[in-house]
Nanobody, 119 residues
Framework: VQLQASGGGLVQPGGSLRLSCAVSGFTSDYYAIGWFRQSPGKEREGVSCISSGDGSTLYADSVKGRFTISRDNAKNTVYLQMISLKPEDTAVYHC?????????????WGKGTLVTVSS
């Protein structure tokens, strides 16, 4: 089981980025996959989760209305579209799964991608 996040970078406040999570070793559409972020001095935060089946989604209050999670089962990839980025969104973003259909966890934790929001 492997998950690899990509797409991070430096962006100005108000800008946008799209992160990708490529998974291998399992069929992503059978399981819920989540995005988490961690920055120095802060606890790890669950950002968003997309379940299998109907693809229902959850978002942290801090990103609601700005971030959108989606999945392309044909590509075994989950995306996180981020708009209206703020400096407080700066963090290393990871994707993860518990290999459960409706629950997002961190049993399998991929290498992250750094997002820096700064002018």
């Amino acid at each position: 089981v492997q998950l690899q996040a990509s797409g991070g970078g430096l962006v100005q406040p108000g800008g946008s980025l799209r992160l990708s999570c490529a998974v291998s070793g399992f069929t992503s559409d059978y399981y819920a996959i989540g995005w988490f972020r961690q920055s120095p001095g802060k606890e790890r935060e669950g950002v968003s989760c997309i379940s299998s089946g109907d693809g229902s989604t959850l978002y942290a209050d801090s990103v609601k209305g700005r971030f959108t999670i989606s999945r392309d089962n044909a590509k075994n990839t989950v995306y996180l579209q981020m708009i209206s980025l703020k400096p407080e969104d700066t963090a290393v973003y990871h994707c993860a799964t518990d290999l459960e259909p409706d629950h997002c966890g961190t049993a399998y934790w991929g290498k992250g991608t750094l997002v820096t929001v700064s002018s």
